[in-house]
């Protein structure tokens, strides 16, 4: 067994990457939800000043990057590479948001899980000694992905109670060896968890054993209990699949009710903005990250954070094949780094 490796899926981290800067940028409906003093820039035109709703998502990419930068105080050409992801084919949000920035770049596709996943790789890399500041970043839009995985938005399909809202969003942190903030203490590895649902409409029920396995995974293997976090966020189980989570955690006998909150859940007011089951989306977890959870763990609200970012494994291939949805979830330990502790 490696000398960080704890248990069958789990790492620490020796010298635990410091999130030296980080920025969110969202769209106008999330600009109108409970969040909306949390994000760095809103803005309400759905095309980012672009032609498509898919360039539209790389300015995103492109803008939160560049706002994390920023707030690091760091240029471009210090960032050794990016480690970024989105949903749509081959990442092309991510590729061509960074394109210009002439930075190393690692693509990465865990679907909603992808910041996680993200965060995950980058903290690999600056603990194993490769390098002194990583970028992480990640990405959804609303429309891009309701063409790409659904239907065009001029069809006017109706949506199910158990359907989520895809956030146009996008998040980024930049992660350095050295410095002061937040600090990534430890992750989980995801691993595919498939209980056959087939219902495109209902990704929270899919995704929810993922979550339910990484996060006993995470506890047992690092010898935790839910009262070791202030919280424990998952990213985007949305009401549904937080329900069930909830349920698996009770038939073990822990009650993980007061500890847990789903950034499905915190990104809108469901009955207000009528989004149904809640939030979904790359861009979901990423951007509660770098603007809720952050803001509030550095005004002394919470001290260590438990993010599980889940995501739903599907394409269009595969619907159309008649494939279940697999569902993934990665873990990632955030301590506040007060006092020079982690």
Known sequence: MGEKQRGGRSVVFHRPPVITGHACVAGKKEGEGPLRDTFDRINEDSYWGEKTWEK???????????????????????????????????????????????????????????????????????????????????????CSAERQFRYPLEYGGQRTPTAQWTVTAAGALVLSAQGTGPRITAATFGRICDLGIKDANNMGAAM???????????????????????LIVTGDLGYVGSQILLELFARDGVDLSSRHRDCGLLMFDRARQDVHAGASGCGCAASVLCGHLLRGMAA?????????????????TSTQQGQSIPGICYAVAIDSGRDGEV
């Open 56 to 142: 539209a998502e790389s300015a995103m990419v492109k803008d939160a990057l560049h706002l994390a930068m920023d707030k690091a105080g760091v240029r471009p050409e210090a960032v050794s590479c990016v480690v970024a992801g989105d949903l749509l084919n081959q990442c092309i949000g991510s590729t061509f948001g960074v394109r210009e920035m002439a930075i190393p770049f690692f693509g990465v596709y865990g679907a909603c899980s992808t910041i996680c996943e993200s965060l995950l790789v980058a903290s690999m890399i600056l603990d194993g000694g490769f390098a002194d500041c990583v970028a992480a970043a990640t990405s959804s839009h609303f």
């Open 208 to 230: 929810a054993p993922a979550a339910y396995d990484t996060l006993t995974a995470h506890l047992r293997d690092l010898g935790k209990t839910p009262d070791d976090y202030d």
């Open 300 to 316: 002394g609200r919470w001290r260590r954070i438990l993010l599980a970012a889940t995501g739903a494994l599907l394409s269009t």
